[in-house]
């Protein structure tokens, strides 16, 4: 998280991008500040844009709703996700320990993990596309449990997306319990506890 803290800020402040560029990276900064100081639902959007400097109408010229905004900054941590150098070969369920260890390690502000990671429903309402699809951090957990149910590691009577969403609700909810944890062992652990319910049978 803190790559990301630098990275926005050199951004944002970077004479080299355009205008518009600048301001989105702004926009992304400060909410980011406020989500991290009050929570993603106390924070409004008039807080955001004078946050930044801006009007709400140019907010919302960057981003239709505060969801979307949301959903770019789960896409640019899991950006960083991506970043990491990864086995040349790796089952699923590896790659689901490493990912978890990841967050684990990354989403270290409470307000920004539950924003970016709790039930997808009560974040974006009825239209869940700000916060899934292609470079997402549901994105990363479908690929895996998908991999895992090919190679017969987790069941395949729930769909991977529904998986998906499962895996980053608890690892929501479990978070404060295994803070003391070091995130490989974390991770370990939610995983164990995890596959009570979704590993496939013997």
Avoid: C
């Amino acid at each position: 998280m803190e790559e990301w803290r630098a990275l926005s800020a050199r951004q944002a402040g970077d004479g080299s991008i355009g205008k518009q560029q600048r301001t989105r990276r702004r926009l992304l900064g400060y909410a980011m500040e406020l989500f991290a100081k009050q929570g993603y639902q106390l924070t409004t959007v008039p807080e955001i844009a004078a946050a930044a400097g801006v009007s709400r109408a140019t907010f919302f010229l960057h981003f239709p709703t505060k969801a979307a905004l949301l959903g770019e900054l789960s896409r640019e941590i899991a950006e960083l996700f991506e970043k990491e150098a990864a086995p040349k070969i790796e089952r699923g369920v590896e790659g689901l320990h490493r990912f978890l260890t990841f967050l684990f390690r990354e989403t270290d502000i409470d307000a920004i993990g539950s924003a970016l990671l709790h039930d997808f429903s009560a974040t974006y309402g009825t239209d869940m596309h700000a916060g899934i699809g292609e470079g997402s951090l549901h994105y990363h957990a479908e690929r895996f449990i998908a991999q895992a149910q090919t190679e017969g590691d987790w069941r395949i009577d729930w769909s991977a997306a529904a998986l998906g969403h499962y895996l980053l609700t608890t690892y929501n909810l479990l978070r404060s319990e295994l803070a003391g944890k070091s995130p490989s062992d974390a991770a370990t652990q939610l995983l164990s506890l995890i596959s009570l319910g979704t590993r496939a049978a013997e």
